[in-house]
């Protein structure tokens, strides 16, 4: 893989909290301009979605080629972009409001309840909206050995999108970018470079293309990576649905390394995520042989058909932007552990937005696309703290018990307000911004709440058991 | 400790008895039911994802039906920006398929991107244009 930079000189590292670093101001995308996207998952098909509809409005001809050399068509490791694959509650309504409506056949199941595993028992908390509005789905075109295929990859979908939006999809790899008089070249393994006035990276944390442009003069930084573990177990579809019912189930569970679980059901895949420190198989058989797995879902009963150990990126680049030059979505900032396909969707928009209406100069990029980034990572800043304290609650068995308690007294009352229980859903599902969690977490009646139930467990831990 | 029981559910129904698809979104009105109501209060507004919905207005005697809003669309979006109440009645035209947008959210979305409030202007002014009409054929 090759990437040049002759006509640019390398400059210091600036975050891209600071100020723009000042550059070529008076770059703008002309009628006619070639546009890049590497990459064709959500973030890359979302910025030429929004790149071209945006051009339209303000009758800008623009011609956008996708380099994806993948087919989401494609069951297994081959067609798939590595991923638990969940549509947040926050997004759906967005995307809906965009006009995207996710068809039935994309969705494998719509969640309208999480329940939270835990040694003291399990509680079931129900979507505040009382529907489906979150959306279990395959990025691809499903697990290996899927077999016929009932349902369409999420990806394929949006890519199909951007293509009836006037894309065109490259199926070839791209090897490199080459820097000619300022103006970028993407290099295909056979040595052709094609020219574009903007190139838009999407390429994730999973392909080295984003380790390209590290330490080539972009000043870019690379962004820091956790690796995950994602399992897809088959079973028959009654037997999915007689175990997990249309619930997400995730645990807190004082185990080691482990800092969160989850178990999607999906039509006749149940998809299990770890998310830890050094995720191995001595944590997985822990988490898999743990009691609370084995009350949920018998794992014995069903074969693992698939597993994959993908990166997801918790910490961005210093500058995901230069002249000529965006990254968006898992390449550029994303949100911490949750809600990656919303943040892609948030970061590409604002990325085609600025290209449109302000240029794709770095200083357009630091003036117009940074502030989305920066208010990302911000909340990321909290969210960090957020789950530092639920790794303490996790920890000490009557801060789980009040916890289990507290939840379970919301959900049995339907006058009261859940504040425990908003504060779970929007944790585990990414539906709201992690500022606004811990705001809602200082509100004197949680506070009052959570210290009258963290008291009742330590005086009286072994009070009966609740289910879920 | 009891460890909890093995929970067993049950296949997913709406609130009136249909069943709806794995993949559906949302939540399934029959015909002629009703989403929501002139003259009560809002905070949300909604999108239809599958069928169609008609919007009426006047009182028990005159009832006039205004739109007809088929899959794609949104309607309540007045309660996204103003505190007032239903200024009509939705309800479902054959069995349709309907997604609530949380007011916070969205609000929260298009401070982020004020483009996103261009989706919900077009609508609103295509629908004023209509009532315009609507009006000049009446006189």
């Known amino acids: 893989m090759v990437l040049r930079n002759g006509s640019r000189s390398a400059s210091a590292t600036v975050d891209f909290l600071a100020s723009p670093e000042p550059g070529q101001t008076d770059l703008t995308l002309q009628d006619g301009a070639k546009v890049a996207v590497v990459g064709g998952g959500p973030a890359g098909s979302f910025f030429a979605h929004f ?21 989401f068509a494609r069951c297994g490791p081959g067609g798939c972009n590595h991923c638990g694959g969940i549509v947040s509650e926050s997004l759906v309504q967005i995307l809906a409001t965009e006009g995207i409506t996710l068809p039935s056949d994309v969705v494998q199941r719509g969640i309208e309840s999480y329940v939270i595993h835990m040694d003291v028992g399990s509680v079931r908390i129900e979507c505040p909206a009382g529907e489906r509005r979150i959306a279990a789905l395959y990025r691809g075109n499903g ?9 369409s990859s999420f990806d394929g979908f949006l890519q199909k999108m951007a293509v009836g939006d006037g894309a065109r999809v490259v199926r070839s790899l791209v090897t490199g970018i080459d820097w000619r008089d300022g103006i970028p070249h993407l290099l295909e393994a056979g040595g052709a470079a094609s020219a574009y006035e903007l ?20 000043s870019l930084g690379r962004p820091k990576t956790m690796r995950t573990y994602i399992c897809e177990f088959r079973s028959d579809p009654e037997t999915i649905q007689r175990l997990l019912g249309d619930s997400m189930h995730v645990f807190l569970l004082d185990i080691p390394r482990l800092e969160f679980a989850a178990l999607i059901p999906k039509g006749e895949f149940v998809t299990m995520c770890l998310l830890g420190e050094d995720v191995d198989q001595g944590l997985v058989n822990a988490f898999l042989t743990s009691s609370e797995v084995a009350r949920c879902f018998p794992v014995d009963s069903t074969s693992c058909v698939c597993t994959c150990s ?48 302000q240029g794709i100069s770095a200083e357009a990029f630091g003036r117009h696309y940074a502030p989305i980034c920066r208010q990302i990572a911000t909340d990321n800043l909290i969210g960090k703290f957020m789950f530092s304290v639920t790794r303490g609650f996790k920890h000490a068995r009557f801060s789980r018990k009040a916890i289990e308690r507290m939840s379970s007294l919301e959900q049995e009352r339907s006058d009261s307000r859940r504040r425990l229980s908003s504060v779970l859903w929007n944790m585990f599902t990414g539906s709201a911004p992690y500022g606004e969690i811990l705001n809602d977490t200082l509100h004197p009646a949680f506070l009052a709440g959570m210290t009258w139930n963290l008291a009742r467990s330590a005086v009286s831990p072994h009070r009966e058991t609740r289910s879920g | 400790m009891e460890p909890s029981p093995q929970r067993s559910f049950a296949a997913p129904r709406d609130k009136v008895g249909m069943t709806m698809a794995k993949g559906a979104l949302g939540a399934l009105y029959k015909d002629k039911e009703v989403i929501v109501r002139q003259g009560e209060p809002g905070d949300c507004m909604y999108v239809v994802q599958a069928g169609q919905v008609e919007v009426l207005h006047g009182d028990s005697e005159n009832t006039q039906r205004l739109a007809v809003i088929s899959a794609g669309g949104f309607f309540g979006e007045m309660a996204i920006f103003e505190s007032e109440v239903r200024s009509a009645t939705v309800r479902a035209l054959g ?17 982020e991107d004020p483009l996103l409030a261009l989706n919900l202007l077009r609508t609103l002014s295509a629908r004023l244009r209509d009532a315009a009409g609507d009006e000049d054929q009446t006189r």
Not at chain 1, 52 to 66: C, G, H
């Open chain 1, 51 to 71: 790149l071209l509809t945006l051009a339209r409005e303000v009758e800008l001809e623009l011609s956008v080629d996708i380099w994806e050399p993948r087919s």
């Open chain 1, 143 to 151: 697990p290996r050995t899927g077999g016929e295929s009932l349902w």
């Open chain 1, 310 to 357: 993908p990166l997801i990126n918790v910490r961005g680049p210093h500058r995901p932007y230069a002249d000529r030059l965006v990254l968006v979505g898992d390449s550029g900032v994303t949100r911490l552990y949750k809600d990656g396909i919303g943040a892609a969707l948030r970061t590409a928009k604002a990325a085609a937005e600025t290209a449109v209406f």
């Open chain 1, 199 to 218: 190139v838009c990276v999407a390429a994730g944390v999973n392909s080295n293309f984003s380790n390209l442009l590290e330490g080539q003069g972009f």
């Open chain 2, 95 to 111: 069995d349709s398929r309907v997604l609530k947008v949380d007011k916070k959210t969205l609000l929260r979305r298009i401070r």
